[in-house]
């Protein structure tokens, strides 16, 4: 796979590191502001508040 | 295979030639080798990459704050900022938004709607995160320390008085009165919760704290926020 897009890369071998690099970046762009913060929604992993069990009676809080 | 058949693969794939179970392994290799790297970037993204967000988040919500109380606006709504958070022990501090969704809580430690503000009877109750940027060191916190709420107008100082463990199910921590959730409160309280153990979220550390000490805003900072810079 990734000889597969190596061999695709155009140009001499410094043109075609530095598109490697950039071809890198990108994807770890795209994962970091766009997949990760919505796998990390989809997870659920961080509730921190106390919540009313549904079987009981709601808690009276003061006004 | 003959020379001929070599030299019409050649054509069709540039490549070295493989055998076709090679090729597959290798494939099957790349791809586990990507899905490790994958979790360990996600990894360092829920630990680095959150409290990076947040950091951005309560900048903004700690400007939104300062302008809200030089323009006089009215109480805070769902969403925004309604009062600074301090814990000089921990040399930490937040702008706190009013609410507990999971929108509220990216933006740093969320208030319990319909409970105590800042200096009533009854208990202020605050959630946030256990992450470097928010309550990731709250069981630090002993008997004694100081947890100061600000406000537009005043210097709240509460002291920890009991730490505990409880499942998040127990409501009757953020109670107007948390020792005795059936009575009315008595004491001006207020209680911090997050997830316990730390990565995980099937218990709530809890810590209550109570108010020692009142003052206006004119009179200047605490005693108890005058040695950190918190």
């Given at each position: 796979m990734y000889a597969w897009i190596w061999r695709r890369l155009p140009g001499?071998l410094?043109?075609r590191v530095?598109l490697a690099?950039?071809l890198a970046?990108?994807v ?36 | 295979m003959t020379t001929a058949e070599h030299a019409t693969l050649a054509k069709e794939e540039p490549e070295v030639w493989e055998p076709r179970r090679l090729r597959v392994a290798r494939l099957a290799g790349e791809l586990m080798l990507t899905c490790g790297v994958l ?192």
């Open positions: 001499r410094p043109v530095a690099v950039a970046a990108g770890l762009a795209v994962l970091w502001f766009g997949i990760f913060p919505l796998v990390d929604g989809l997870l659920n992993l961080e509730d921190v508040t106390v919540e009313q069990p549904p079987d009981r009676e709601p808690l009276q809080y003061a006004p | 979790l360990v970037l996600f990894a360092a993204y829920a630990v680095y990459g959150k409290a990076w967000e947040m950091d951005n988040e309560q900048r903004e919500l700690g400007a939104e704050l300062d302008r809200r109380w030089a323009s006089g606006a009215e109480a805070p709504v769902s969403g925004q900022p309604m009062a600074r958070l301090h814990i000089p022990k921990l040399d930490r501090r937040w702008a706190v938004t009013e609410g507990v969704t999971q929108a509220d809580l990216r933006k740093g430690p969320g208030h319990y709607p319909r409970t105590a503000r800042p200096g009533e009877i009854g208990n202020v109750a605050v959630a946030g995160h256990r992450i470097s940027s928010v309550f990731w060191d709250l069981d630090r916190l002993r008997k004694g320390d100081a947890i100061v709420a600000e406000t537009k107008t005043g210097w709240y100082v509460y002291r920890v008085v009991r730490e505990r463990v409880v499942p998040p199910t127990a409501v009757e921590v953020v109670a107007p009165n948390p020792d005795h959730p059936d009575d009315p409160p008595a004491k001006a309280m207020l209680t911090l919760t997050t997830c316990n153990p730390k990565f995980q979220n099937y218990q709530r550390l809890i810590v209550h704290a109570e108010l020692v000490e009142e003052r206006a805003k004119s009179e200047g900072r605490p005693a108890a926020l005058k040695k950190g810079r918190a």
